[in-house]
């Protein structure tokens, strides 16, 4: 069975995920950060794009916590563009990079999964990791363009975006379906679930109706 995807980011009160050139700003308030922590604890799996990598270097665990407790580590990087410094890569967590099938770079201490002839086959992906990973539930954290991709091939179960009090302006900001190729036919319509003031700003989910 696909594991249940579930797209979690913060946005501005203008709708940027972070800032022109891709600069990480603060969004989430403290309440949020908490929500988050707790979070992850309950999924199986992060997955964010390499770009998030290349930008925010994030470390995608849960603080203190042993490798076995964190959650799986999936990043989505078709031609293995992530650098050997990056934090996933330190070995704290299970962590699994998606290449497409002609990549043929591998990672010490990392597991490679080849999916999907140039763009990653999403759909496959989700096949894989539950057959042979065991991942029932996914935090997709983003970036734009992974969201936007998870979007595109139906596969977002919920969505929860944490609506954060500034503005951050910029043309070029990304926003939390973004990149190019794809622009959703009609919009993919969804149903407000629940809205909820979480310190300075407010968490909204929803429920996709596809
Ligand atoms: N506020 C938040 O909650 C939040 C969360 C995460 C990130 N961010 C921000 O978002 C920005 C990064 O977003 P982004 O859109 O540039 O990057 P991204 O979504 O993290 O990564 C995009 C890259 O991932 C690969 N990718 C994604 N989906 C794919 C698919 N289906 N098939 C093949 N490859 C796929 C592609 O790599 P290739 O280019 O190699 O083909 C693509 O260029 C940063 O500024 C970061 O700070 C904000």
């Known amino acids: 069975m696909k594991p249940f995807v579930r797209v979690n980011c913060a946005m501005s009160a203008d709708g940027k995920l972070a800032g022109e050139e891709r600069k990480q700003i603060r969004i989430s308030s403290e309440e949020d950060i908490k929500r988050v922590k707790e979070l ?39 031609t293995g563009r992530i650098p050997d410094s990056a934090r996933v890569l330190d070995g704290k967590a299970p962590t699994i990079i998606v290449t497409n099938e002609s990549c043929t770079k591998d990672w010490a201490g990392v597991e490679s999964v080849r999916c999907g002839e140039d763009r990653i086959d999403l759909t496959r992906l989700m096949d894989i990791l539950s057959k042979e990973y065991n991942v029932e539930s996914l935090i997709v954290e983003g970036g734009g363009e992974t969201i936007a991709s998870f979007f595109r091939e139906r596969l977002v179960d919920e969505y929860s975006v944490f609506v954060g009090g500034l503005i951050i302006g910029g043309r070029t900001a990304p926003t939390p379906s973004d990149g190019n190729g794809w622009v959703a036919e009609g919009g993919v319509k969804l149903r407000l679930f629940s809205a909820e003031v979480l310190g300075n700003g407010a968490l909204l989910t929803f429920l996709p109706e596809y």
Do not use: C, F, Q
Request: charged share 25%.
């Open 40 to 78: 992850r604890r309950s999924y199986n799996a992060i997955l964010v794009g390499v770009g998030t990598v290349i930008a925010d270097d994030p470390h995608l665990t849960i603080k203190n916590a042993d490798y076995d407790e964190n959650p799986i580590r999936i990043i989505l990087d078709p």
